[in-house]
T-cell receptor, first 112, second 114 residues
Framework: NAGVTQTPKFRVLKTGQSMTLLCAQD?????MYWYRQDPGMGLRLIHY???????AKGEVPDGYNVSRLKKQNFLLGLESAAPSQTSVYFC???????????FGDGTRLSIL | GENVEQHPSTLSVQEGDSAVIKCTYS??????FPWYKQELGKRPQLIID?????GEKKDQRIAVTLNKTAKHFSLHITETQPEDSAVYFC?????????????FGKGTHLIIQP
């Protein structure tokens, strides 16, 4: 039972490049989330989804897009990467909004 | 939405002593308060949680207390050990205005001194 799996684990991009981060969960959870973690800033919500085919903006959505075409997958896209998007990105999932969130191992992204 | 404040940002205690981390929240409708532990380079992991209909919950050396009137909750770690060194995050649930989820505090770096 893998839980929440994120790919890739590390990535270095040049400014202006695009990429997609993939999150997969095998717990049949309805809710999925993308966070970014920066030193001293805690976990900040980028986008989230309350079910297949739905997405919603979080606290810091600018510069990111998401899609949830299948219940088990939640994709985070950067269309034109900027140095300010250098961060560690965590995906999480939960059964409901007031239930424990299970996190993936994170993706370390550097934008040069 | 919910606003969660966490204090202190850094806490250093001697091994064997107790550690207390405090959080306050703004939304009186919040009903779920989890605590996560994050070791360096690892994922956040749930260590304990409490719901608004309970005042205290214990799990071995870890306990959480909730004061709904004052809108604050605390994590208590007794008999601290080196492996307790980590960053701890509190969170509070929110729902309304078309949005729901958890709001996290900014974290407390707990350092256990040998």
């Amino acid at each position: 039972n893998a839980g929440v799996t994120q790919t890739p684990k590390f990535r270095v991009l040049k400014t202006g490049q695009s990429m997609t981060l993939l999150c997969a969960q095998d717990m049949n959870h309805e809710y999925m989330y993308w966070y970014r973690q920066d030193p001293g800033m805690g976990l900040r919500l980028i986008h989230y989804s309350v079910g297949e085919g739905t997405t919603a903006k979080g606290e810091v959505p600018d510069g990111y897009n998401v899609s949830r075409l299948k219940k088990q997958n939640f994709l985070l896209g950067l269309e034109s990467a900027a140095p300010s998007q250098t961060s560690v990105y965590f995906c999480a999932s939960s059964r409901d909004f007031d239930q424990p969130q299970h996190f993936g191992d994170g993706t370390r992204l550097s934008i040069l | 939405g919910e606003n969660v404040e966490q204090h202190p940002s850094t806490l250093s205690v001697q091994e064997g002593d107790s550690a207390v981390i405090k959080c306050t929240y703004s939304d009186s409708a919040s009903n779920y308060f989890p605590w996560y532990k994050q070791e360096l380079g690892k994922r956040p992991q749930l260590i304990i949680d409490i719901r608004s209909n309970v005042g205290e919950k214990k799990d071995q050396r870890i306990a959480v207390t909730l004061n709904k009137t004052a809108k604050h909750f605390s994590l208590h770690i007794t008999e601290t050990q080196p492996e307790d060194s980590a960053v701890y995050f509190c969170a509070g649930s929110y729902s309304g205005g078309g949005a729901d989820g958890l709001t996290f505090g900014k974290g407390t770096h707990l350092i256990i001194q040998p």
